[in-house]
């Protein structure tokens, strides 16, 4: 079981919001220490600040766990770019790294230069969550792609929308799912 978990949240959005708090909540109970900040310029989300902010403050471990949502996904991806430290695990949920609906190929939440190999090495694990009417474009095949890069376990979901979003309505207040997939052992065999 991971000892640690960092919680990102997507655009627009706050670790308030959604499961996040159910899931930190759920987490805590099982004695991990969460971490799940407030990122800078959430409307705004861009790499190049969301990047660098988190390394300032983050612990990395290899009994950590980090989920992303939505934009919190490329984030935890450049994240594994710039460490040293080889995680457990990563779940990205309704995450992508292809330019999403009227997403620019230069957008500054997109990895320009991906190098998937340190990706890689920087984690044991990766599961990424997609739902099939994701509304932001946030579909399987964006999970897919990540899979065919970097490994580990796609989960596809059947109208579960962005697992939350206020535009759309979808409060999604828990998800019992991702706390199974967390708690999954992160010492598998190499």
């Known amino acids: 079981m991971p000892q640690r978990a960092i919680l990102f949240h997507g655009t627009g959005s706050s670790p308030n919001d959604f499961w996040l708090p159910w899931l930190t909540r759920e987490l805590q109970q099982r004695g991990i220490e969460v971490?799940?900040?407030?990122?800078?310029?959430?409307?705004k989300p861009d790499l190049s600040v969301w990047t660098p902010w988190v390394m300032e403050r983050a612990k990395f471990t290899p009994d950590?766990?980090?989920?992303?949502?939505?934009a919190g996904a490329p984030l935890i991806l450049s994240l594994l770019q710039r460490t040293t430290v080889t995680i457990g695990k990563a779940v990205l949920v309704a995450g992508f790294i292809n330019p999403i609906p009227n997403m620019p190929p230069d957008h500054p939440m997109l990895i320009q230069k991906p190098d998937w190999e340190k990706m890689r090495r920087q984690c044991r694990d990766f599961v990424f969550i997609n739902s099939d009417n994701?509304?932001?474009?946030c579909l399987p095949a964006q999970g897919e792609a990540m899979r065919q890069k970097l490994g580990g376990t796609l989960?596809?979901?059947?109208?579960?929308?962005?697992?939350?979003?206020?535009?759309?309505?979808?409060?999604?207040?828990?998800?019992?799912?991702?706390?199974d997939v967390c708690l999954e052992d992160l010492r598998k065999p190499a």
């Not at 971490?35 to 409307?43: G, H, N, R």
Request: hydrophobic share 35%; net charge neutral; glycine share 12%.
């Open 64 to 70: 950590t766990l980090i989920i992303g949502h939505s």
């Open 35 to 43: 971490w799940a900040p407030q990122l800078p310029q959430a409307d």
């Open 155 to 179: 989960v596809t979901m059947s109208g579960h929308g962005h697992f939350g979003s206020n535009i759309f309505k979808q409060p999604y207040p828990t998800f019992p799912l991702l706390r």
């Open 134 to 137: 994701d509304p932001w474009g």
